[in-house]
T-cell receptor
Framework: EAQVTQNPRYLITVTGKKLTVTCSQNMNHEYMSWYRQDPGLGLRQIYYSMNVEVTDKGDVPEGYKVSRKEKRNFPLILESPSPNQTSLYFC??????????????FGPGTRLTVL | AQSVAQPEDQVNVAEGNPLTVKCTYSVSGNPYLFWYVQYPNRGLQFLLKYITGDNLVKGSYGFEAEFNKSQTSFHLKKPSALVSDSALYFCAVRDFGDMRFGAGTRLTVKP
């Protein structure tokens, strides 16, 4: 089954404790992206990757890191989480056309709470 | 920078009536626009996209969207709403890999 998986689905942590949210896709997509969803703000892009070893900042990259060492994986790293990073996080992947990202397939989401 | 706006937080319609969810965009070049839907406790699902061509785009689940360049709008429509269409709808605009989403419109379809 074609899918984007994220782990963990739920996470409660404390301020300053480094964490990683994993994302993996099995569709051989070039493009992957991370978003956070907050009430009233919609989805905001954190980072995206057009291909292996290529990453770019999105709208709200501060406090986050990413890496793309393999095509299928795109982990999101919070080196020192803070309460304002409490949010619902989505990973997505897509084929890449000559014009850019095409329709995206989204993971189920990771609900993160930072105390 | 490019952006989209969804002027309505909430849209309520009766089952069987037509529905419209509004989106306006701001881009510096050609617009590449998308609609996504989020059902309760689920991730987002792609509905349709406008890249170029016909101004009326047909998508999944009977939805369509009308691209209007003069009004810089890309409204989502459906001729006859179903209760199961109740969800959160997002408009989005692409600039190569950069994606900007609207704040979302919650659609409620009442029986």
């Amino acid at each position: 089954e074609a899918q984007v998986t994220q782990n963990p689905r739920y996470l409660i942590t404390v301020t300053g404790k480094k964490l990683t949210v994993t994302c993996s896709q099995n569709m051989n997509h070039e493009y992957m992206s991370w978003y956070r969803q907050d009430p009233g703000l919609g989805l905001r892009q954190i980072y995206y990757s057009m291909n292996v070893e290529v990453t770019d900042k999105g709208d709200v990259p501060e406090g986050y890191k990413v890496s793309r060492k393999e095509k299928r994986n795109f982990p999101l790293i919070l080196e020192s989480p803070s309460p304002n990073q409490t949010s619902l996080y989505f990973c997505a992947s897509s084929y890449q056309t000559s014009g850019g990202v095409d329709e995206q397939f989204f993971g189920p989401g990771t609900r993160l709470t930072v105390l | 920078a490019q952006s989209v706006a969804q002027p309505e937080d909430q849209v309520n319609v009766a089952e069987g009536n037509p529905l419209t969810v509004k989106c306006t965009y701001s881009v510096s070049g050609n617009p590449y626009l998308f609609w996504y839907v989020q059902y309760p406790n689920r991730g987002l699902q792609f509905l349709l996209k406008y890249i170029t061509g016909d101004n009326l785009v047909k998508g999944s689940y009977g939805f369509e969207a009308e691209f209007n360049k003069s009004q810089t709008s890309f409204h989502l429509k459906k001729p006859s709403a179903l209760v199961s269409d109740s969800a959160l709808y997002f408009c989005a605009v692409r600039d190569f890999g950069d994606m900007r989403f609207g704040a979302g419109t919650r659609l409620t379809v009442k029986p």
